[in-house]
């Protein structure tokens, strides 16, 4: 366990359901500085409180937590945001990711789930395994645009060494860092530092942005292993 415990924002409707993630989260002697029981709501807490990080229900009145979470993102763009759902493919899940989100828990997750991943997006990584990431662009990013055209392609990638390409097209297909150091007969280190200039180069916040963008460019589409 880390020394820095994260500070944590919690935003859901129900009450029931932000009391028991602050018992559990206390209780495991991390701090939750505040909560908030709609969008509108979150977003005016996030100001004045400035959390590490945040559980942001999806669907609440008022605001959303899409809205909630591009409004903060804006204004806190180092704060990770963990969305709150009941389904594990929910099509608000990926409109969430694109936006910047960190990943998502169900809200029946378990209180070690629960913690560790709140621990886990506190350290700046991003929850979703690549895989699960993959599943929800593979079946919501077709839907929510028409694939982009060879020229819009190469001019989103276009910061992007060849190799770098090689590497955010694995990325998008759910492979681990040791993965791409097999494929591309590479250290670790070696991918670990290429991941970093393309986070770099195209602004992502971790991997999970990682996937989304190397479909919406079509660098990787449906069905590619």
Known sequence: MSEHQPRVLVVDDQELIRTGFRLILTARGIDVV????????????????????????IR??????????????????????????????????????RIGASGFLLKDVTADHLVGAV???????????PSITRRLVERFAAQDEPPKAPQAHDEALAPLTPREREVLALMGRGRSNAELAAALFLSEATVKTHVARI???????????????????????????
Not at 37 to 45: E, I, M, N, S
Not at 200 to 222: H, I, M, N, S, W
């Open 34 to 57: 505040g909560e908030a029981a709609d969008g509108a709501q979150a977003v005016q807490a996030a100001a004045e409180l400035s959390p590490d990080v945040i559980l942001m229900d």
């Open 60 to 97: 609440m009145p008022v605001m959303d937590g899409l809205e909630a979470t591009r409004r903060i993102l804006e204004q806190l763009p180092t704060c990770r945001i963990l969305m709150l759902t009941t389904f594990d493919l929910d099509r608000y899940v990926y409109a969430a990711l």
């Open 119 to 129: 621990r886990l997006v506190g350290t700046g990584d991003a929850l979703l395994a």
């Open 199 to 225: 986070f770099a180069k195209l602004a992502l916040r971790d991997r999970a942005q990682a996937v989304v963008v190397a479909y919406e460019t079509g660098l990787v589409v449906p069905g590619d292993k």
